[in-house]
């Protein structure tokens, strides 16, 4: 079955970068964009951006531009997302997240999420 | 880009019927897609595509639109159906996808 499964809790300090990854399983790797979506503790959901893991061609919401990086590796079916400059703001659990068909615009599978805690 | 707004929150007896809406001018010309999420899980998808339930969702579980609402509704309201409800529709103008604030479904 199509699976989506996450790197473990990270603990940062402010300024630090972070790096989660998001390994898939169960279907053609390239086929399907990646998306990210982020969820603070006690609020909703909000989407980060996507990656094509077959092109490497990004997008990202407007409020991460410059501070969020994906890329992939279709070598081990793995894809990353990389956050600079963490403050308390971000901590949040982070979910990757597949369309459910190549041109569907809802998620389904999700990852089963990332807790970043970002404290001094 | 677009924005949806939702109630915080609800209360609904069991057996009951909850409506919940989503409202924003990109519903109706773009479509909704609604997540259930439980305390501790990741989103689950329940309705896509305004109307559509993925294989495995109960036949409670439907969607409408009307204007510029959708609305999920859950009907025969069960104690396990307690959780977070948020709709989505993706911006097909700026290409970015768009939660709403999410309704807290509390089962009385």
């Known amino acids: 079955q199509v699976r989506l499964v996450q790197s473990g809790a990270e603990v940062k300090k402010p300024g630090a970068s972070v790096k989660i990854s998001c390994k898939a399983s169960?279907?053609?790797?390239?086929?399907?964009?990646i998306h990210w979506v982020r969820q603070a503790p006690g609020q909703g959901l909000q989407w980060m951006g996507r990656i094509d893991p077959n092109t490497g061609a990004t997008k990202y919401a407007q409020n991460f531009q410059g501070r969020v990086t994906m890329t992939g590796d279709t070598s081990i079916k793995t894809v990353y997302m990389e956050l600079i400059g963490l403050s308390s703001d971000d901590t949040a659990i982070y979910y990757c997240?597949?369309?459910?068909?190549?041109?569907?615009?809802?998620?389904?599978?999700w990852g089963q999420g990332t807790l970043v805690t970002v404290s001094s | 880009s677009s924005v949806l707004t939702q109630p915080p929150s609800m209360s609904v007896a069991p057996g009951k019927t909850a409506r919940i809406p989503c409202g924003g001018d990109k519903v109706g010309s773009d479509s909704v897609h609604w997540y259930q999420q439980k305390p501790g899980q990741a989103p689950a998808l329940v309705i896509y595509y305004d109307t559509k339930r993925p294989s495995g969702i109960p036949e409670r579980f439907s969607g409408s639109i009307s204007g510029k609402t959708a609305t999920l509704t859950i009907s025969t309201v069960a104690a396990g159906d307690e959780a977070d409800y948020y709709c989505q529709v993706w911006d097909s103008n700026s290409d970015v996808y768009v939660f709403g604030p999410g309704t807290k479904v509390t089962v009385l």
């Open positions: 997240a597949r369309p459910t068909a190549t041109t569907s615009v809802w998620f389904d599978p």
């Open positions: 169960g279907y053609t790797f390239t086929a399907y964009d």
